[in-house]
């Protein structure tokens, strides 16, 4: 080690200007010759000696073709980083070319055992004209082999399909390794098949990567195409409904005649007369849509859920803002998605795939119409849930996917139910459908806009009361601040006490944070306590939950008793428990029992 150091300081210091050959020949060999466990592998030595030895303005032609003759295929790309020098790059491109003269299609055994420009590009950082030189010695898109015979013709197809994933994988990997390099990439690939699939990577892959610019001119040029498939639905459909070829074309003269507009050589396809294009292409909008929504522009749509596989979420270059401007205009396409939706007569159940596009759709939409709303809920009658998925057990993406459209389903009838919610995610739906469990799992500034919201709506407020003995903690809107949202606040606070078992229920925490709730208030009527259930309201405590009683409580009791011995020692004995179906006896009740000497009462109903 301290030899590799000297020979380093020698050419960097003392012999900068001139050094002896047999010492770049010794740097060199010490690199080039150092053993590796892989030799494929991208990371490794630095092979500062070689890098420094070869960039010497001593070192010949010869003698840096000869070392780069002898390098790994790794060895070339980290010696061609990006500071190296114009000689050095140059060599490394001549070797490069000398290895793999011509591009090759692509095939799946390419992934296992690439060729020398996939892997130098697995190298960050590389030089200019190495980085170019690599990319035009890259694999190139395979191409679908002919048959005759129609076994060989389905093999033949399925290994095309193979090899085009095994290409778009490949190119998976140049696109995130090199990162700083996404429009050089872009331009490189123009009118080229690898354009798309880089434009899908970053669009749909890696968005969290790409510079801002950029990922905004990418989705605009996304955006485009479904205006172009908006094209192609319109025209199906007027085809498919009996128009002729030349009205559909006259009536859409101006469309097709647009010099930027690829959807008019596509249209030919559909004006062919071919039944089955036309019944796709009648569908084109939707289906850009839904794949949409799945793959490129999930990321976008949900930046907050784009973690990385060790579950950490990535850190966005684009700033809030742009996402949400992308969000918007996504939305704006999927409004005019709804308003060409149609049902599709051939899907028997609904899918996740059909929802998924919809939800996005609300999620970022800035207002909700009615004729919005009306439009989703045909959505929603449409892809109705599988009724024997449950049955097959065995199925577990069956079930995963039923569970994830009951998801869907469910958030969307809540976007569509809550329509004003400041922010849509946490909807809460239509107050006659929310539930008491809704209120208690939402966060309080949520919780106090539904309210505000929908004032005056006496039964979303007892559902918000009752919320209260659901959540461990609350603290605003209060239980009192709620209360007071009543048109009758005592009378429904009572009548809810009074039925507290079948509008409750719940475990003994739900019955002792009621009573904490209804013991907290201020001039606490002596009838609203003696509805309590009566274990409960014993046993709670007041200001400190391991006093005996609360001081109220007591007052009652005392008052109700008196001096009666009978009495006290039959109240003492009393049937209320902490748990079971006689938790539920109401503290009036038991108390008049222990007085009248009159049977114990039974306890209220669940129904």
Same mark, same amino acid.
């Given at each position: 080690m301290v030899r590799d150091d000297l020979v380093l300081a020698l050419l960097r210091g003392a012999l900068r200007e001139a050094a002896p050959e047999w010492l770049l020949q010794v740097a060199i060999d010490r690199d080039v010759?150092?053993?590796?466990?892989?030799?494929?592998?991208?990371?490794?030595?630095?092979?500062?000696?070689?890098?420094?030895?070869?960039?010497?303005?001593?070192?010949t032609d010869e003698q840096r073709r000869d070392a780069l003759r002898r390098c790994s295929v790794p060895q070339l790309g980290r010696l061609g980083h990006a500071n190296c020098t114009k000689p050095v790059a140059r060599g490394i491109v001549a070797e490069l070319r000398h290895r793999e003269p011509d591009s090759q299609p692509m095939t799946p055994a390419l992934l296992t055992e690439p060729g020398c420009a996939q892997v130098v590009l697995r190298q960050p950082d590389l030089h200019e004209h190495v980085f170019a030189v690599a990319l035009d010695l890259l694999p190139v898109f395979p191409s679908l082999q002919k048959s005759g015979e129609q076994e060989d013709a389905d093999s033949s197809y399925e290994a095309?399909?193979?090899?085009?994933?095994?290409?778009?994988?490949?190119?998976?990997?140049?696109?995130?390794?090199?990162?700083?390099?996404?429009?050089?990439?872009?331009?490189?690939?123009?009118?080229?098949?690898?354009?798309?699939v880089i434009r899908t990577h970053l669009l749909g892959t890696l968005p969290w990567d790409v510079e801002p610019g950029l990922l905004e001119e990418i989705a605009a040029d996304d955006l485009a195409h479904f205006r172009d498939c908006v094209l192609v639905t319109r025209v199906c459909r007027m085809l498919r409904d009996g128009t002729s070829e030349q009205e559909v074309r006259a009536h859409f003269a101006d469309e097709l005649a647009a010099p930027a507009a690829e959807s008019g050589r596509d249209l030919e396809r559909y004006f062919s007369g071919r039944p089955l294009f036309r019944r796709y292409g009648a569908h084109a909008a939707i289906s850009w849509m839904e794949l949409a929504a799945k793959g490129s522009w999930r990321h976008i749509l949900n930046p907050t859920e784009a973690n990385s596989r060790y579950g950490e979420p990535h850190t966005w270059r684009s700033p809030n803002d742009l996402l949400h401007t992308l969000g918007r205009r996504f939305a704006e396409a999927g409004l005019t998605a709804l308003m060409l939706w149609e049902l599709d007569e051939e899907a028997t159940y609904g899918s996740p795939t059909g929802l998924r596009w919809v939800h996005s759709t609300l999620l970022?939409?800035?207002?909700?119409?009615?004729?919005?709303?009306?439009?989703?809920?045909?959505?929603?009658?449409?892809?109705?849930?599988?009724?024997?998925a449950r049955l097959r057990t065995h199925d577990h993406a069956a079930v995963r996917r039923e569970r994830e459209l009951s998801d869907l389903r469910s958030d969307i009838e809540r976007m569509i139910g809550d329509p004003l919610a400041a922010t849509r995610t946490y909807a809460l739906g239509d107050p006659s459908s929310v539930t008491v469990r809704d209120l208690a799992g939402a966060a309080n500034e949520v919780l106090n806009g539904y309210l505000t919201r929908h004032e005056g709506d006496d039964a979303l407020v007892e559902k918000a009361l009752l919320a209260f003995a659901s959540r461990a903690h609350r603290s605003k809107p209060a239980f009192a601040d709620v209360l007071v949202r009543h048109?009758?606040?005592?009378?429904? *606070?009572? #009548?809810?006490?009074?039925? !507290?078992? &079948?509008? @409750?229920?719940?475990?003994?925490?739900?019955?002792?944070?009621?009573?904490?709730?209804?013991?907290? *208030?201020? #001039?606490?009527?002596?009838? !609203?306590? &003696?509805? @309590?259930?009566a274990w409960t309201v014993l046993t709670i405590g007041g200001e400190s939950r391991y006093r005996s009683a609360h001081k109220a409580v007591t007052a009652i009791v005392m008052e109700t008793l008196g001096d009666d011995h009978d009495a006290w020692a039959r109240f003492t004995s009393s049937p209320a428990s902490y748990s079971g179906p006689t938790a539920w006896l109401r503290l009036g009740d038991v108390l008049d029992a222990s007085l009248g000497r009159t049977p114990w009462p039974t306890p209220p109903s669940s129904r």
């Open positions: 010759d150092r053993p590796r466990e892989d030799q494929y592998h991208p990371l490794g030595p630095a092979l500062a000696l070689a890098s420094t030895a070869l960039s010497h303005t001593s070192c095309y399909v193979a090899a085009q994933r095994a290409w778009e994988t490949m190119w998976a990997g140049v696109v995130s390794q090199h990162t700083s390099r996404h429009r050089q990439l872009l331009s490189w690939a123009a009118d080229s098949p690898a354009d798309h970022h939409l800035p207002t909700l119409s009615d004729e919005v709303a009306t439009r989703v809920r045909a959505i929603l009658k449409a892809s109705r849930p599988d009724p024997y048109s009758q606040p005592r009378a429904a *606070l009572l #009548d809810i006490t009074i039925d !507290l078992r &079948r509008r @409750l229920g719940g475990s003994p925490q739900h019955r002792e944070a009621w009573a904490r709730e209804v013991l907290s *208030l201020p #001039d606490c009527d002596p009838e !609203l306590i &003696r509805a @309590l259930p």
